[in-house]
C-alpha cells in the first residue's frame, strides 16, 4: 500500500533566529481507501486496423490498472429505451471495446446518463423511469451489468430540487426491477463550484435522497475538488467520486503543461478523500491529428493520415502515479 494517499496538512517554522534548521509538523487527517480508477469509451469510434484495439485496450486499462469504465448512453427527451438500447450495443458491445476492457481488468461498469445540460422537461419521475428500464433490459438481454450509475451527465441547468427529485424517483425505480445493488453517484457537475455544493447539500440534506445515493460526484476540470465539498461528501460517509477529468484542446507531444495539470488535479482530489477516480476518454481515431481540435481529451489516439499513434504526455504521468497510488492504497 502507499502511504502517500493519507492527506496531511505541514507547518513550519524555524528552529532560531539565523538557523537553517526548519522544523515541520505532519498532522494527519482522515484518509480514505483509494477504490477505484478508470476511463470512458468514447461514444463512437470507426473500425481501427487490425491489433490497434487490443492494444490501446491494454495499454490504458491493463497498463494502468484501471478497475472502472465509464460508459455512455444518450437519453434526451427524444431516446427511448429501444434505441437507447440500440445505440449501446452498436458502441460497446458489437464493437468488442467493452469485453476488451473486461480482460484487461475493468470489473466496475459505470454508466454516463447523457442528455446535455439543459434542465429537464419530462418530469423527473418519467425520466427515472426510463433509465432504470434500459439499466435492466440491458442486464436482461444483453447480459451486461451496470454496478453505477449517474442521474445526467454534467446537468449544469438541473435545479437542486430536480437533482434531488430524479435521484430519488431513480432509486425507487430502480429498486422497483430488483436492481438495488445498482449505485447512484450523482450530481457529476463540470467542477467543484458553488453550484455543484449547493446541488450536494440538497441530497444530503433529504434523507431518502441521500440514502439512495453510493456516492457523491463531480468532474475535475477548471476546479477541482476542495475542502468545502469534500467535507460535504465524506461528513455524511458516502463515496466521492469523480467521474470525469481531463484535458481539452489541441494537444502537441511532449505538452507537459497539460500532462502536469491533470497529474496535480489527480493529487489534489486524492487529498480531498477522493474515492474513486476517472480520466476523460481512454482513446480514440483522428482523421488528422494535426488538424485534430480535441486531441488532449484522450491518453493514446489513432491518426489515420499517417497511420501512427499518438500518446498523450498525460499517459506516461498517469503511469507513474498509479505506482504510488495503486487501488487500495489508502
Known amino acids: 500500500m502507499a502511504a502517500f494517499c493519507l492527506p496531511f496538512v505541514l507547518s513550519g517554522q524555524a528552529s532560531s533566529a539565523g538557523s537553517d534548521e526548519i522544523l515541520l509538523t505532519v498532522e494527519p487527517e482522515a484518509a480514505q481507501i483509494f477504490q477505484g480508477f478508470g476511463s470512458s469509451l468514447a461514444t463512437e469510434l470507426e473500425p481501427l486496423p487490425e491489433g490497434v484495439l487490443p492494444d490501446f485496450s491494454k495499454r490504458v486499462f491493463g497498463d494502468l490498472k484501471m478497475n472502472v469504465v465509464r460508459l455512455w448512453a444518450p437519453i434526451g427527451e427524444s431516446e427511448t429505451v429501444e434505441t437507447m438500447l ?8 458489437e464493437s468488442g471495446r467493452l469485453e476488451l476492457a473486461r480482460q484487461h481488468g475493468v470489473t466496475t461498469l459505470l454508466l454516463a446518463p447523457a442528455r446535455g445540460e439543459e434542465a429537464p422537461a419530462e418530469p423527473m419521475a418519467d425520466y427515472g423511469r426510463k433509465l432504470a428500464e434500459f439499466i435492466l433490459q440491458l442486464k436482461d438481454r444483453h447480459q451486461v451489468t451496470i454496478h453505477v450509475t449517474g442521474l445526467a451527465n454534467e446537468p449544469e441547468r438541473f435545479s437542486p430540487q430536480q437533482v434531488v427529485d430524479g435521484v430519488k424517483a431513480l432509486r425507487r425505480e430502480l429498486d422497483q426491477r430488483g436492481l438495488q445493488e445498482v449505485g447512484i453517484v450523482a450530481p457529476e457537475r463540470a467542477n467543484n463550484d458553488r453550484a455543484s455544493l449547493e446541488m450536494i447539500e440538497a441530497i444530503c440534506e433529504d434523507p431518502e435522497a441521500l440514502k439512495g445515493v453510493r456516492g457523491l460526484s463531480t468532474h475535475s476540470y477548471s476546479m477541482a475538488a476542495n475542502t468545502l465539498i469534500a467535507d460535504a461528501i465524506t ?15 489541441h494537444e502537441e507531444a511532449g505538452d507537459t503543461q497539460r500532462a502536469a495539470s491533470l497529474a496535480a488535479r489527480m493529487l489534489n482530489d486524492l487529498n480531498h478523500r477522493v474515492t474513486h477516480w476517472i480520466q476523460f476518454i481512454a482513446y480514440a481515431d483522428s482523421g488528422n491529428l494535426s488538424l485534430d481540435k480535441d486531441n488532449a481529451t484522450k491518453l493514446l489516439v489513432f ?6 499513434t499518438f500518446e498523450s504526455l498525460q499517459y506516461p504521468y498517469l503511469r507513474m502515479l498509479r505506482v504510488a497510488f495503486p487501488t487500495g492504497c489508502e
Open 86 to 93: 440500440a445505440t449501446f450495443a452498436r458502441r460497446y458491445l
Open 235 to 249: 461528513g455524511r460517509n458516502k463515496e466521492f467520486w469523480i467521474t470525469e477529468a481531463g484535458n481539452t484542446g
Open 303 to 308: 491518426d489515420r493520415k499517417t497511420g501512427t
